[in-house]
């Protein structure tokens, strides 16, 4: 797979339908990937056979505050500088990029960086979907370290940081991005292609092909129906949103919102709660889908995603519901980005196999 | 000598050039509709004679005469008549990745720029700078683009937080390039997201002219009929600037339209919360009043393929008006694209015409009592169902428009008001105003002035009241400057809105101050 042109919307879209509702716009880096591609040539996509054993493998993607890189925008040559620190760090050469996610705004952002210095993305992310944590990787599951970590700002500063244990990751990250300007590129999770093997969600950028590529289809409709397909999910409602709610609380998005059926004949209520993405549905009382599971917010009138910050009352929309990657749903994979890990009281229910009493 | 009380609104809108004179009392004294020509000067001048000659209207008597217009916009379609801007961005080495224009239509940046580049310089999210400004760079892109550049742009990262490099850089080109050059600054137009901000910002310049030539079109009516009469344009608030704040924001104008005919209806309906249904010849526009103005849209707007930050009325757009085309027989039945525009008195069915309109269902439906010619019975029978599929596209656009609101009540303006009904879901009561054709000249006739200012600072209670003051102060200021009586001005709204993942939590200060033209 090549992306350039002619497909880097599509994937752009379906990043955006595996945000959840968060991840960030993609549009920016979509605008830079294509002004990339155009001027240093297309990025291969590559499954990890295509890469030799010994050579690293550089997850890499946004820390810090979206809206802070919405103006002060990217340079461009971060890739650069992240790839050369890490493999001056590390004593031997970088053989592919990788979206650490591949959701919303981070699954596009590499591609640009890739372009530029002329490597592969590994065909592959750390989370499969959107989530909050630098924790919820698969690397990070897998046992691999994520430091040494690097951040740069593209404005001659950089910084590398060890911790001590994962738990400190993002304490430290985080005020490493702080310090560089609210806004960092960062590589993380580094590991040779031979790790990389068994510690990746592989086939993510293929999938958010395959998203976007199915919403091409014809009408909103067809497009919502092709979309389902191509997750494998099923549509939970199809309404108006009844109400919103939504606050800032530490530095995310949290709130609810609740979808009532269209027509008149047996009116249903679901209800969403979220944070920063959507993360459970329940109808009834019953818990019709929750994290690590995907649920998608799309517009009736369009088939687009619908971000959780710009979800409105009244808006037509479809909720899907999809199953999250495999890894999540395992028991370990659950106590790291299950329901629990948000805060919510229901055990996981993969979706199809709904729970009853969910005190959400 | 007579009373000088007389104040002259005009809404040039896509169909039709409405225009109105008010007294002191702002009561209506004379109205007209007149088709919207091409070329921009002729529907002003054919309604401002039309006005002069009315009896009611004494002439010496008017003393403000206030436009409003689409046209800012409709000019990017054929860009000839921009202004040649040079685009100044601050804040290198960031922002490199994406350069300034980069997401323009190629025809249309061509047109507008004379040269980008982005130096060195710009703030940090907390108002620290970035770096120094680098002067030289700046001198250097001015002695490229001297002579060509008829205005320049200057965007500077995070200058809503802290302009200063964009001040400094303004400086500069005024040094360098004289004082003719008119700079348009981004602080000054809108808030956090570079590209948006940089685009809405290289826009106002290229528009200029744009202003400039509206104003002289004015001029030139008004002269025509011995009016001697200060010029106001509307902008997008429902609020209207003088012209020399025209001049130096004409972006603000882009999106009156809407703003105008709700702040009419609102006058004309008394109705001050509420939605308004504004049907014209081939469009409906569905809108929301919070205290008798409109309210804003939340997100960027796309022009001529370009996203730009600058807040227009939320408006619901329906692809139907009064003179759309139907075809009943079709299956399902057809209503639109297609519409008579203003020969809607020649081929509608009523008026004698070949043409089966949305008017000719109004009259069907016993909606409506227009026309010169009756209907047949099968057509009528054909007709008035097609009601009930715009009713139920009427009532999904309100639903939407009006948010959480409870059933508000509708008022229904525009040419095409006929078209809409009682009844409709989620409405209390309907109310259809006298003089709805011209409510959205009304709107410009009647409307005060304005100013805005936006402040960004850290979610604090001292700094957000700190933020508070000084918005105010610069609104007002902008108010007064746009052209508001300095003893009469207030603040109308004061909204904060709370930045999401900014790194400390940051709040967006917006206050607006309104008052009656001085």
Redesign the interface.
Known sequence: MRLDASNLPAVARGCAVLGTGGGGDPD?GL??AL??VAEYGPVDVVPIEALPDEALVVPCGLI?????A????????EGRILRNEVERLRGRGVAALMPYEIAGANGILPV?WAARIGLPLLDADGMGRAFPGLRQQAMHVAGIDASPLVLT???GNAVVVYASEVSQVERLARSA??SL??VAAAALYCMTVRDAGGAVVHGSLSRALALGEAMRAGSAAERVAALCQALGGTVLIEG?VL?VERR?DA???KGSATIQSAGHAGLRHLRLELQNEFLIAVEDGVVRAVVPDLICVLASDSGEPIAT??L????RVSVLAAPGPALWRSAGGLALAGPSAFGYDVAYAPVGHEAADARA | MPERDLHLGVDVGATYTDAVVIDGRRQLVAKVKVPTTPKLGGSIAEAVHRLAQDPRVDPTRVTRAMLGTTRATDVLAEPSGVKRVAVLRI?G??????PPL??WPDGLRGAVSVGEVVVGG?A??DGRA??ALDVEAIERFLDRVAGDAQGVAIAG??SPVAPDHELAAAEIVCRQLGRAVPVSLSHEIGS????ERENATVLNAALVGVARSLAAVLDRALAAEGIDAEPFFAQNDGTVMALEHALRFPVLMIGSGPANSMRGAAYLSGVVNGAVVDVGGSTTNVGVLVHGYPRPS??ATDIAGVRMDFRMPEVFGLPFGGGTVVDPQADPPAIGPASVGDRLAQEALVFGGETATLTDAAVAGGRADIGSHRLSAAHRRALSPLLEIVDERLADAI??A???LPAVPLVVVGGGSGLVAPGLAGVTNLVVPADAEVASAIGVAIAPVSGQADRICPNRPEERERAREEASRAAFARAIHAGADPDAVDVVEVEEV??????D?AVRIRVRAVGPRS
């Open positions: 920016l605008t830079m002004r990339a810090g505050a979206p809206s802070v919405s103006e002060r925008i990217w340079n461009g040559d640009t700002d593209a404005r991005a702080a300007g609210g108006k109400d800032i530095g995310s998005l910050e710009w409105r009352y009244a808006q | 804040g080495p960031s922002t490199l990745a994406v980069a997401t710009g940090e999210y970035a770096g990262v995070f956090v997201g570079l590209l939340p997100r639903d939407r009006k948010g959480a709370p930045l999401t993942s900014m790194v939590p």
